[in-house]
């Protein structure tokens, strides 16, 4: 429950032209959960880009005034995000905007690319001049330089997937057609969808379709490129060689919304399998089962279904503040935890409570949660956690942290059950990660240290935001 996701991407495109702006609108609302930093959305009106990104959420960010002022057009793009190379600046905004000789090109990006900073060398020892920090402008460029070597668009992004590495679903729009892609491991969702009337929508979770009224297609395949446009749809599966299947566990676990389908599995039910799981594995005298919100929900009820102990509302989270993460120092971290949770005295007190979570990072949320409990009146505190615990950080799109501040790394599971003051805890067993996403190859690199590509050299989100003389030094 304290962990950053990484972003959220959006595309529609319309064979007629339209007004398309509340489609897109609509569909990162949907998507909000997956990044909280900024938004932006890009309307193609014949070739023309109309443009509006900015700082915070899309309901600050997009008033009815702004929204009515965009033009019709016939493809769209949209993104959220929470970036995790680049700090929060508006020059990081996406999607990115791109004119080349050829014409131009939005593109909005949810990842993390593993060899970024080789390829920005590279590229700026060539004279590219980079106008934001985040990995996403790296994508933009590669994208382009093959595209004045290309016929097409599609054959530009096929070309560009052989040199990009690590985690990226794209969604990108040139004067004519839309076009996604996931990169060949498939460490991020997408999907694509059809409205009623005949437009297509490509967007990170099959949640944002519902959302815009649309009907599921399919997922896009890792390593696939999927192109819409004035002749209709195209595939091409040219995978890039093709890699282990790493789709990302922990979208299952916590990222991506419940009511979202990724690759037939339906994420509420996985995360029922995974509470259900932890009964099994560590059972508890307790008298209610708890979640925390909103991720341990349905881990908690597959919890209860499991034990026979009865499921209940314990915490309840306050809407309107933003994510605890966001505040920037420890001691606003604390604070943020006691703002956004609070228990139900009359459900907890006196009760032995079996509380479910998604995962524990630091472990200073989890305690503080575990003490809201207490002072509420609980008589006892379980805890249980439906991931393993991290001992590594992530390189492909989230903000799991450097191992220093991963708590699982410098305890032990006493420890760290003394630390949170739970009575006891248990987490879910590695080996069994597969049972939460049955038919898929996944990444738990996080949990294993096993990582589908080389970890990248420079691993600083803010690598590009150094001082002067730090900067210097990378040159010498
Ligand atoms: Fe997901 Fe963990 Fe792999 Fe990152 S390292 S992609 S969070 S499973």
Redesign the pocket.
Known sequence: MSIHEECGVFGVYSPTRCHLVETVYYGLYALQHRGQESCGIVINDDGVFAAHKDLGLVEEVFSHELLSGFPEGNISVGHVRYGTTGGTSRNNCQPIEVNHLKGRMALAHNGNLSNAAELRKELELSGAIFHTTSDSETIAYIITRERLRSASIEEALNRAMYTLDG?YSLVLMSPQKMLCCRDPYG?RPLCIGRTKDGKYIAASESCALEAVDAEFIRDVDPGEIIVFGPDGICSITDHCGQKEG?F????YIYFSRPDSVINGVSVHESRLKAGEILAELHPAEADLVIGAPDSGLDAALGYSRRSGIPYGIGLIKNKYIGRTFISPGQQSRVEGVRIKLSAISSAVKGKRIVLVDDSIVRGNTMGRVVNILREAGAKEVHVRISSPPFI???????D?DSEENLIACRHTLQEISKITGADSLGYFPPERLSELAPGCG??????GGR?PTPVPADTRKDRYELKLSERTKQFT
Request: with cysteine; net charge negative; charged share 5%.
């Open positions: 985690a460490f790493s990302c566990i922990f979208e590594h950080p992530c390189y492909y799109g989230t799991i996944f990444c738990s690199a996080c949990f990582y």
